[in-house]
């Protein structure tokens, strides 16, 4: 209404839209593990979000200093620095999001299995925090094995009687982002136009590409789907030869990280939709019997560890 008696352009009357629309969208977001090597790249793409009013940046070493040097950023995001374990419960109050890339990454001829008993306890940590800090808040949880870390985090909210499986959302965006840049690559597309749904897991064969569902509609041959599917499943390992016992990938990480946070926030702000699987190929159907075993076995493993605690 106040708009209409202003009568302003159109232009006017978007742009201010636009901003009533931000005024709104203001969240708090904790990040933990915000010193390691997805945490930096993360804080900085944070800063600049415009849906994040205040960023907690939580790790048990270095925060001061990575705080410091971002909060001099000019965007409104306003930066606090939580360092150390006694500082933690102060991290999560009030967070509407939190996003975990604590833990340690892989080198050379490990698989993310190989870091569930550093990472297992690590997370598990983290999250019986944000059952009694922030029972509300949305969590995207990034450290591997992503497989087995999610099943920990819904068991230990559901043992502070607070799970919700709507808000535990493992982070495979990097899937995605792979997917569209191999696709784009490969098919002379341009990348900003290409999107390839990626479900399943986060590891091996559980992570499936639904080529078949590339927008745009794009035909790939028997020998196509195979080299690419191959290919997405193990970029990450492509990353962590290429790095040479320097870790896992953190920067491509850190993108589809923030690019999943975006996401999270715009759905708090009211956008929401659950998508189903969609038709797959018969390839893809078979991908998928063969995952549901593989991925079972991870879960499994989660739930022990979190049940034995
Ligand atoms: P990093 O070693 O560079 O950083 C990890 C950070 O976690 C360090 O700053 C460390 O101090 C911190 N940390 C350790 N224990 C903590 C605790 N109890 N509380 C808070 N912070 C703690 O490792 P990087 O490269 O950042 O990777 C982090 C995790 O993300 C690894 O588990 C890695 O496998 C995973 N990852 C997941 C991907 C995905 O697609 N979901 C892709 C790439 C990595």
Do not use: W
Not at 52 to 67: F, H, T
Not at 151 to 170: F, M, N, Q, S
């Amino acid at each position: 209404a106040a708009l209409t008696q202003r009568r302003p352009s159109t232009a006017r009357a978007s742009r201010d839209l636009a901003r009533a629309v931000e005024c709104k969208s203001q969240f708090k977001v904790a990040l933990l593990g915000a010193a390691g090597g997805i945490g930096q790249p993360l804080a900085l793409l944070l800063k600049m979000n415009r849906y994040v009013s205040d960023l907690s940046l939580y790790d048990i070493v270095n925060v001061p200093g990575v705080a410091a040097d971002l909060s001099h950023c000019n965007t409104p995001t306003q930066v606090k620095a939580f360092n150390g374990k006694e500082s933690l419960e102060a991290a999560l109050e009030g967070a509407d999001l939190v996003v975990i890339p604590a833990g340690v990454p892989r080198k050379p001829g490990m698989t993310r299995d190989d870091l569930f008993n550093t990472n297992a306890s690590i997370v598990q940590g983290l999250i019986e925090a944000a059952a009694k800090v922030c029972p509300k808040a949305i969590l995207n949880i990034i450290t591997n094995p992503v497989n087995s870390t999610v099943p920990i985090t819904a068991e230990t909210l559901k043992a502070a009687g607070v799970y919700d499986p709507k808000r535990v959302l493992g982070v495979s965006t990097l899937d995605v982002v792979r997917a569209n840049t191999f696709v784009a690559e490969a098919k002379g597309l341009n990348v900003k136009d290409v999107d390839v749904p990626v479900v399943g897991g986060h590891a091996g064969i559980t992570i499936l590409p639904l080529l078949s569902q590339t927008q745009p509609k794009v035909n790939f041959s028997e020998d196509e789907v195979a080299k690419l599917t191959d290919r997405i499943q193990n970029a990450g390992t492509e990353v962590v030869e290429a790095k040479a016992g320097a870790g896992s990938a953190t920067l491509s990480m850190a993108y589809a990280a923030a690019r999943m946070a975006e996401s999270v926030l715009a759905g708090l702000s009211g956008i929401e939709e659950v998508l189903g699987l969609g038709e797959l190929s018969a390839s893809e159907k078979s991908g998928l019997e063969k995952l549901k075993p593989e991925l079972k076995k991870s879960i499994d493993t989660g739930i022990k560890f979190a049940k034995s605690k």
